[in-house]
């Protein structure tokens, strides 16, 4: 079945509260929503976020690389050659992932509507039940304790929290929100490229004497300080996460050689879509290191994209998809419910988005 044309949207939907990490601060999700339609007039649905502090891409940019170049080496083609399709799509540029994953996203949601099978079936079907995270954003240690105290009220049980702006801070950070909140909370602590990497050993040193449950410690440092990732590994106890360092397979196998990790956060934005995260977890897997997959500030439809991933992948034993609940969006209730996802069984990623503003159309 051809792929007949595209139509591309943009969306805002501000957050509840602002989100802050060591890196940027947001207050809304802007969205570029790309619908592909087949000849059968069957349609599928991605999404793509501007996250320049990260993947360096803009709305801008990302609308004109999909109009430009990747929307046009799709159209005319065979939905079921969707591993050529993807190829064309991710060799036609460098980088811009978010706007590929956009793309390749629509794709595969068309292609599982086509087949009437849900997105995680084409992957290899259920085997995972994950309980979702909370992210407590940085912010004044009062603050950060009175989010953590409201979302474990919610029946939350794993906290993301957000460290790297001030070191010497960030030990009272934790503790503080530990001493409030335990002693049944299990703590991830994502100081997203923020520390230093002999500031990142003493800090966790000094994590591992308060005996806290830390289950890993997310990207100490600089993305591409792997000699500085490996020292930290190799000097405490508590697992390390790999998550702006990894885009792809290539950057996780870099990562394995120099035994510089524990374990892998995958984003889509990040990876280009499905397929790379698919390999990235596969990859680490022959080598012993578990993934997690994660999400930028996306909306309700990348995130679910990802959660199906995660259903279906046996290396993948851990989620951080809370985007859907900092936002108002009433039709992301049934899929994410505080600390539960439910994938629904619906033929692709089970979740029209409105397309408001069609402004950009390739094809007939």
Known sequence: MKIKDATIAVQSTPLIKPFKTALRTATQIESIVVKITLDNGMEGYGA?????AITGETKQGIIGILENVLIPKIIGREIEEINKNDKDIQTSCIGNTSAKAALEMAMYDAL???LNIPLYQLFGGKMNHHVN???????????MVN?????TEKGFSILKIKVGKEAEKDIERIERIYDEVGPNI?????ANQGWTAKDAVKIIQSLEQLHLPIEFIEQPVSKHDIKGLQFIRERVNVPIMADESVFSARDALELIRHHAVDLINIKLMKTGGLREAYKIASLAEAAGIECMIGSMMEP????LAAAHLAMAHPNITKVDLDA????NDDSSRSFFQESKINVPDLPGIGYVPSMPNHDHKKGD
């Open 48 to 52: 793509a976020v501007p996250t320049e």
């Open 112 to 114: 599982c509507k086509l």
């Open 133 to 143: 995270d909370m992210t407590i954003s940085v912010n004044n240690v009062e603050e």
């Open 147 to 151: 989010d953590a105290k409201k979302v």
């Open 186 to 190: 299990s703590l991830r602590i994502d």
């Open 300 to 303: 309700t439809l990348s995130v």
């Open 324 to 327: 859907p609940l900092w936002i």
